[in-house]
């Protein structure tokens, strides 16, 4: 069994052809089969050298792994639609040889008209068969006028093409509505998607097309192709398109939609992948967080997602932050260092022992990596910025008698409890409770009124730490 991925490097790798990508990646696995990469880059104008490359990172960094590409030759290259041309040009002859393509010399002006008298008679194919049947005088003539041809492919009247998809099932076009001769080469010598598509497919042994449903009106002229050329078909799969919540095609208006984008957000790719590849199959118990292991052995070619699925970015979030939270440890440090950095912290200026404790600790409360700096802020900044309500509270009653008990509190307590007593003692020597007792406690470790767990926020710190910051707001806040 042999699948494909066949971006065009127009831009960046996006959502939609992400979920591709994710889908072939694990039915190949599944089966054991090859995955290839094929760059189609024949929009000259539209694809860049940047994009291929941008593409292939996120592939990469998706952890998506093609036995056959540009970087990976199996015998069946060159993997660049760019860098085959005289192999589609061996076809294109032989479909011209065989009449079932012709040189069309019609200018860009005559195909507006019989697009518009197309539109006027309610004539079904846009060309009106004009050149079909030129002959050689007529075809110099056009020649000495120096007019460049293109090659369009003969469609046959009322013929029935039959799509066996394993997601549609049986989808049926009728030749007539497929809008007439197509062009496969373009005058200046450059082929066309729906033709090259096929010759593609067929040299590089692809079983199984899985893509996206808006592919699904190229097929007829695809499999018009492959039987002028006598070739075997592929088995197709089309799945439904990825949609926004308002039920439209998913697009930047939603949100992001660029995977670099999520990248550099702080996602984790094992986030994404679990994420997106529910958005061309669910898993039969519901589970939702789910190692790539069961999902490979769960996904099956039957069982793709026949209707559209909602991108629903909260609950990508929300897998995110599961993700995060269950990561391996020495794994996830090292992924949050970068971002750490990019907060502004120093990261070397820090005890290595105490920064690893401290980031573990917090990563249980980000949704992105990029989270990380504000919720390493308490452990990190010493002089903690304090917005005017928690300054309200250190300078009333109860902040006061917190602040000018807590040195002494904290100093007496013992080593391997002065974390956990750290309140109850407070509150036992000033007799407050509550909101009064639990938030300036908080503030004059932190600098906050709500956080995380204190006792736990005291222990990352250290006692020497956490004495520090009380006399620090002790200055900053004087009895009076
Ligand atoms: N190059 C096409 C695209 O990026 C994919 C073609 C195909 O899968 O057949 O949409």
């Known amino acids: 069994m042999r699948v494909r991925f066949a971006p065009s490097p127009t831009g960046f790798l996006h959502i939609g052809n992400a979920r591709t990508a994710i889908i072939n990646h694990l039915i190949a696995k599944k089966y054991n089969a090859d995955l290839i990469l094929r760059i189609e880059d024949t929009d000259m104008e539209r694809s860049t050298k940047e994009s291929e490359k941008s593409i292939l990172e996120d592939l990469k960094w998706l952890g998506i792994e093609w036995t056959e590409g540009p970087d990976k030759d199996g015998g069946c290259g060159p993997y660049r639609q760019s860098e085959r041309f005289d192999i589609y040009k061996k076809y294109s002859d032989r479909l011209v040889k065989e009449g079932k393509a012709y040189y069309c010399y019609c200018s860009a002006e005559e195909l507006d008209e019989m697009r518009a008298e197309a539109l006027e008679t309610g004539r079904t194919s846009t060309y009106n068969g004009k050149c079909r049947s030129l002959s050689a005088e007529e075809k110099q003539k056009f020649t000495d006028e120096g007019r460049k041809p293109t090659?369009?492919?003969?469609?046959?009247?009322?013929?029935?093409?039959?799509?066996?998809?394993?997601?549609?099932?049986?989808?049926?076009?009728?030749?007539?509505?497929?809008?007439?001769?197509?062009?496969?080469?373009?005058?200046?010598?450059?082929?066309?998607?729906?033709?090259?598509?096929?010759?593609?497919?067929?040299?590089?042994?692809?079983?199984?097309?899985?893509?996206?449903?808006?592919?699904?009106?190229?097929?007829?002229?695809?499999?018009?192709?492959?039987?002028?050329?006598?070739?075997?078909?592929?088995?197709?799969?089309?799945?439904?398109?990825?949609?926004?919540?308002?039920?439209?095609?998913?697009?930047?208006?939603?949100?992001?939609?660029?995977?670099?984008?999520?990248?550099?957000?702080?996602?984790?790719?094992?986030?994404?992948?679990?994420?997106?590849?529910?958005?061309?199959?669910?898993?039969?118990?519901?589970?939702?967080?789910?190692?790539?292991?069961?999902?490979?052995?769960?996904?099956?070619?039957?069982?793709?997602?026949?209707?559209?699925?909602?991108?629903?970015?909260?609950?990508?979030?929300?897998?995110?932050?599961?993700?995060?939270?269950?990561?391996?440890?020495?794994?996830?440090?090292?992924q949050l260092l970068p971002f750490l950095s990019a907060a502004g912290y120093d990261i070397s200026s820090y005890d290595e022992n105490f920064l690893r404790k401290a980031v573990l600790f917090s990563r249980n409360y980000c949704e992105l990596l990029s989270d990380i700096g504000q919720h390493m802020e308490i452990f990190l900044n010493d002089k903690p910025a304090v917005d005017g309500e928690t300054e309200e509270l250190l300078k009333s009653e109860a902040g006061q008698l917190i602040i000018n008990s807590a040195t002494e509190v904290l100093e007496n307590l013992p080593d391997d409890s002065y974390a956990d007593q750290f309140v109850d003692v407070i509150k036992e020597k000033t007799g407050l409770k509550g909101k009064n007792l639990f938030m300036p406690c908080r503030a004059v470790i932190t600098g906050r009124m709500h956080g995380p767990d204190l006792a736990d926020t005291m222990k990352i710190l250290g006692r020497g730490k956490c004495l520090e910051r009380i006399s620090y707001f002790k200055t900053r806040y004087p009895a009076g």
């Open 151 to 334: 090659i369009r492919f003969r469609v046959e009247e009322n013929h029935e093409i039959k799509i066996r998809d394993l997601i549609k099932g049986e989808v049926i076009f009728n030749s007539d509505n497929i809008g007439g001769d197509f062009i496969i080469v373009r005058s200046d010598g450059v082929p066309v998607y729906n033709y090259i598509v096929v010759i593609d497919d067929l040299l590089m042994k692809i079983t199984h097309v899985i893509r996206g449903e808006d592919h699904l009106s190229n097929t007829p002229k695809q499999i018009l192709i492959a039987e002028a050329l006598g070739f075997e078909r592929p088995v197709y799969a089309h799945m439904a398109l990825v949609m926004g919540d308002d039920k439209k095609k998913l697009s930047k208006r939603h949100g992001i939609t660029s995977v670099a984008l999520y990248r550099s957000e702080g996602y984790l790719p094992e986030a994404l992948v679990n994420y997106i590849s529910m958005l061309g199959w669910a898993s039969e118990t519901g589970e939702e967080i789910l190692k790539i292991e069961d999902i490979i052995s769960q996904i099956d070619l039957d069982n793709l997602a026949k209707s559209a699925a909602v991108f629903d970015f909260k609950k990508l979030k929300w897998m995110n932050a599961n993700y995060i939270r269950s990561a391996d440890d020495e794994v996830i440090y090292r």
